[in-house]
């Protein structure tokens, strides 16, 4: 993912859209349920806003799956969580396929179970042909520990001599990014009213607009995700500027 801005947008929803998906803990116990069963309606979630942003024609859609930061909850929630996630390349990996999804991941791949890391590389294998919403799942991500890894490339090339340090600009740093291909974000969306990345795409997120939504993410479907679209037609993006409008 670069870090320049793109080009003025002029579509009517924009290029990419990447999600924070929060609140999954918090719907289960206002209902007084296991936070297990919040966890599973959120994955219901994810499966009506992918099937949404490709009807919408919406490009890319970064999701924040499971943080670097999350392996410190309760080891019973992640034997949980990775349980969700097993389940959810088996059982829709074929659909997404199907519908011509390509699935990419960005986050830190060493030390993850084996079945894991293979699921994940499967799904990545099996739709790198696909042409219709490309699906990036940010699993075991956070956005410093990107950038982190960004600079060990980057030096490993300044020390192999294939980079000049002085000729080292942003663009450089973008371009060893867990995603270097993929074009910024336009629209980060975060439900559950939380205000804040949370060590989300934070090198991305430079020209971003931010929508902060109140809805727990397992409530989240298409009818949020057009209102966040629509809260993103009412911005004017300036890339600091004067005038660079949202919509067509």
């Given amino acids: 993912m670069s870090d320049m801005p793109q080009t003025e947008q002029t579509s009517e929803v924009p290029r990419h859209v990447a ?10 116990s206002a209902r007084g349920l296991p936070r ?3 966890h ?6 994810l499966r009506r806003t992918v099937r949404a942003a490709g009807d919408l024609g919406i490009g890319y859609l970064t999701i924040y799956s499971f943080s670097s930061e999350n392996w410190s909850r309760p080891q019973a929630e992640i034997t949980d969580l990775m349980g969700l996630l ?3 390349i088996r059982n829709d990996l074929a659909d997404l396929h199907k519908s011509g999804v390509r699935v990419r991941v960005i986050g830190e791949r060493d030390g993850l179970a084996p079945d894991i890391a293979r ?3 499967e799904a990545e294998e099996l739709t790198a042909g696909n042409t219709g919403l490309t699906l990036i799942v940010a699993f075991n991500y956070g956005s410093r520990q990107e950038i982190a890894r960004a600079t060990r490339r980057l030096l490993d090339e300044v020390t192999a001599g294939r980079i000049d340090p002085a000729q080292i600009a942003p663009e450089t740093i973008g371009r060893f990014l867990d995603a ?3 074009p910024d974000p336009d629209l980060i969306v ?5 205000q804040r990345l949370s060590n989300f795409l934070m090198w991305q997120a430079a020209y971003s607009e931010l929508v902060f939504m109140p809805v727990f993410w397992p409530d989240f479907d298409r009818a949020a995700l057009e209102q966040a679209i629509a809260e993103y037609h009412r911005r004017e993006r300036r890339f600091g500027g004067l005038v660079a409008r949202t919509g067509s």
Avoid: K, Q, Y
Avoid at 40 to 45: D, F, I, N, Q, S
């Fill in 19 to 28: 999600i924070i998906m929060d609140g999954n803990g918090r719907w289960a």
């Fill in 36 to 38: 297990l069963e919040g």
């Fill in 40 to 45: 599973r309606r959120g994955v219901e979630a």
């Fill in 86 to 88: 097993r389940r959810f």
């Fill in 119 to 121: 699921l994940l590389t």
């Fill in 180 to 182: 270097p291909d993929v």
């Fill in 190 to 194: 975060r439900t559950s009213g939380e």
